[in-house]
C-alpha cells in the first residue's frame, strides 16, 4: 500500500510545467454529450437493461488504453446516477453537514434516479459499491428496491456523498490512492497528481478545512488565466475538487475552449465550458420536487449527469483539477486479489482453523472490498449456508476491514466438524469477486 502524502508535499514535487497547446482562435461549436439528460440524471426505462449494462461494465485490466480507463471510470459513475428504483417501504433518516442536523423522507410513490445523499451518518458500512449492495434488494422487473428486507442494512446500501459517488467510479480502476471522505481531499497521495500548469507553495496553502478556504488560496496565488488553462486541459474522468463548495465532481467531456480573437489568445471563461457527473449534495429535502415523466413515473433525481460548468463558475467556485496515474499510464492495473491475514503474512488456503480464531482474522484487498461472502461447504462440495454479511471498513480505503461482524462465530460454530470447508470471498470495487481463502473449520 502506498505511503499517503499531504497535498502539500505531492504538488511540491509533482508540477505540470507544459502549458495548453494552442486552441482555435475561432470559438469551437458548442457539442452535447452523447446522453442529454437536460441537466438531471434521467430515469432508466428499462430497470431489466440497465442492470445488464451495469454488471456488463468490464474489468479495468492492463490492455486497456488510457481513454478505455477513463471511459470505465465516467460510465461507473453514471451507472450510479441513473439507478432508477422506488422503495417499498419509505425511508427516512438524519443527516449532519458541516454542524447542522437534516430530516430527510423518500416516500414510496415516487421514482429515485441516483443514491440517495448523506454525510456524517454513523454505522453507514462501506463507501464504494452502493449499487452492488443493492443489487440484491432490487426487483429488476418493477425497479423496487425492498428496503424492508434490507432491515438495518438499508444505510450501508443506500448512502452516498459527493465524494463516494465519484469514488465509485475512479475505484472501478485505480487501486493505488486514499481519499475517503470530504476531508481527505486535503491529503492528496502520490498516485493522484494536478492538471494543467497551476501549481502552489507549501507557504500558500494553509491545511485550515474548517475555513473552506484551502482551493481558494491556491486559485488565487495562480491567477485566472492559469487555472483556465489547466481546466482547458482535462479529460473524462479527471476531478475537481473545491473545498469551498466542500464539493468534488468529476469531469465527463473534453473541454470546449473558446480563446479570444484580440492577439491574446486568452480563455474566454464565460464561452469555455465542460460538463461533469456529480452526486447532488443539497440533500434530499432542497432536491426539485417530483415532476412528471413521459412514462408517467414521478421522478425525483439524486444526481446530475452531463452538468455543465463554464470556466468562469469552476473558478468562481474553487475549483482545483486533479487525475490519476492509470489514466496517464504511468500505474499499471493491477487483477483483483483479496486474503486473510496481514499483507505481508497471508494465510495460506488449507490451514485449518477453529470458527473462534477465524473470527479474529481481517480481511484484506487491493482494491476497496464492497461485500463479503462466505460460504460453508460439505466435502461433496454442496452450499450449507451461504450469506453476505456487513462489516465495518474503518478508514474508508482499501485497508484492512474488521471482520467480526462478517463472519459471526455463533453461525460458524455449527459446520466446524473437522470436514466443512469455509470460504471467504470478497467483492472489489473494481467488479471482481475473489476467493481470499478456504479452509477446513476445525473443531473447538
Not at 222 to 234: L, P
Not at 317 to 339: C, R, S, V
Request: hydrophobic share 35%; glycine share 8%; proline share 5%.
Amino acid at each position: 500500500m502506498k505511503t499517503v502524502k499531504r497535498i502539500v508535499t505531492l504538488l511540491l514535487i509533482l508540477t505540470l510545467a507544459t502549458s495548453l497547446i494552442a486552441c482555435n482562435k475561432e470559438p469551437a461549436a458548442e457539442t452535447t454529450p452523447k446522453k442529454d439528460y437536460s441537466e438531471w440524471a434521467g430515469v432508466v426505462e428499462d430497470p431489466k437493461t440497465w442492470v445488464e449494462e451495469f454488471l456488463a461494465l468490464p474489468i479495468a485490466n492492463e490492455n486497456m488504453t488510457t481513454d478505455e480507463l477513463r471511459k470505465l471510470a465516467v460510465d461507473t459513475f453514471r451507472a450510479n446516477l441513473t439507478f432508477d428504483w422506488t422503495p417499498n417501504k419509505t425511508i427516512s433518516y438524519t443527516y449532519r453537514l458541516q454542524g447542522k442536523t437534516a430530516e430527510v423522507r423518500l416516500p414510496t410513490n415516487i421514482a429515485y434516479s441516483g443514491m440517495m445523499y448523506g454525510t456524517g451518518l454513523t454505522e453507514v458500512g462501506g463507501t464504494t459499491g452502493n449499487v452492488w449492495k443493492v443489487l440484491p434488494y432490487y426487483d429488476i422487473e418493477t425497479g423496487v428496491v425492498d428496503v424492508e428486507a434490507m432491515g438495518d442494512k438499508y444505510y450501508s446500501c443506500l448512502t452516498s456523498a459527493c465524494s463516494y459517488g465519484a469514488l465509485q467510479g475512479w475505484n472501478r480502476v485505480s487501486n493505488s490512492h486514499y481519499i475517503g471522505g470530504m476531508e481527505t481531499y486535503n491529503q492528496f497521495d502520490s498516485n493522484i497528481v494536478p492538471v494543467g500548469p497551476y501549481k502552489y507553495e507549501s507557504f500558500t496553502y494553509k491545511h485550515d478545512f474548517s475555513t473552506k478556504t484551502a482551493s481558494n488560496e491556491i486559485i488565487a496565488a495562480n491567477g485566472d488565466q492559469t487555472m483556465y488553462e489547466s481546466y482547458a486541459q482535462m479529460l473524462p474522468a479527471d476531478g475537481l475538487y473545491s473545498s469551498s463548495s466542500w464539493h468534488v465532481i468529476m469531469c465527463c467531456s473534453e473541454p470546449v475552449v473558446v480563446r479570444t480573437d484580440d492577439g491574446t489568445n486568452r480563455i474566454n471563461p464565460m464561452e469555455s465550458y465542460l460538463y461533469v457527473c456529480e452526486q447532488e449534495t443539497k440533500g434530499t429535502r432542497d432536491l426539485l420536487e417530483p415532476v412528471m415523466q413521459e412514462n408517467g413515473k414521478y421522478l425525483r433525481t439524486l444526481g446530475c449527469v452531463d452538468n455543465k460548468y463554464t470556466f468562469a463558475d469552476l473558478f468562481k467556485k474553487g475549483y482545483i483539477p486533479f487525475t490519476f496515474k492509470e489514466f496517464l499510464g504511468e500505474d499499471p492495473i493491477e487483477k483483483g486479489e483479496a486474503w486473510l491475514g496481514d499483507q505481508d503474512n497471508k494465510m495460506q488456503n488449507g490451514q485449518d482453523i477453529t470458527a473462534k480464531d477465524l473470527f479474529a482474522k481481517k480481511l484484506g484487498a487491493n482494491y476497496v472490498i464492497v461485500t463479503v461472502e462466505v460460504t460453508v461447504k460439505d466435502p461433496e462440495g454442496n452450499v450449507l449456508v451461504n450469506y453476505d454479511p456487513t462489516f465495518k471498513t474503518g478508514p474508508r480505503t482499501y485497508d484492512l476491514p474488521n471482520l467480526q461482524e462478517a463472519y459471526k462465530e455463533d453461525r460458524l460454530a455449527p459446520y466446524a466438524d473437522g470436514k466443512n470447508t469455509v470460504h471467504i470471498s470478497a467483492r472489489l470495487s473494481n467488479g471482481e469477486l475473489v476467493e481470499a481463502y478456504n479452509t477446513v473449520l476445525k473443531i473447538g
